[in-house]
């Protein structure tokens, strides 16, 4: 009986615990990325001035780069994705081993990454305008 709750209040504080340290990978991800994309549009400011020059408009070169980014965050979030359901079944069935009890639900993660890659997918349709032509003077 003392088991029992023992191991049910380890469960809690081990969810409590694994989902702070994904909030936290995930703000240090969001950080990461905006320094990326500072830095990405910082060496290519000669691009733009190019591509402005050349008479493309804002949505075009807007949509160039947003389509980049996107593209970018879709393979970091497949590799994540992959990589975390890796790491999640290697150490779930390192616990099992040592015997705790730990109930796996891959299927939501595979849903959230179903709606990750719609909301990508959407994202990419909606920037990615390919009715504008850059002017040619």
């Known amino acids: 009986m003392v088991e029992e709750k023992l191991s049910a209040g380890f469960s809690i504080v081990f969810s409590r615990f694994i989902i702070f340290i994904g909030l936290l990978v995930f703000t240090a991800g969001a950080i990461f990325i905006s ?3 500072f830095a990405m549009m910082a060496q290519r400011i000669r691009d733009i001035g190019l591509m402005r020059a050349a008479g ?20 970091s979030c497949f590799l994540g994705v992959i990589l975390g359901l890796s790491i999640d079944f290697a150490l ?8 705790f009890q730990i109930s796996q639900k891959p299927a939501n993660f595979l849903a959230c990454f179903a709606g990750l890659c719609s909301l990508f997918h959407s994202f ?11 002017n040619e003077n």
């Open 56 to 75: 493309c408009p804002n949505n075009l070169i807007f949509g160039y780069f947003m389509n980049e980014l996107l593209i970018v965050a879709f393979i």
């Open 92 to 99: 779930a069935n390192i616990l099992k081993v040592s015997g």
């Open 35 to 37: 320094f990326m994309v």
């Open 124 to 134: 990419a349709g909606f920037w990615s305008k390919t009715d504008f032509e850059c």
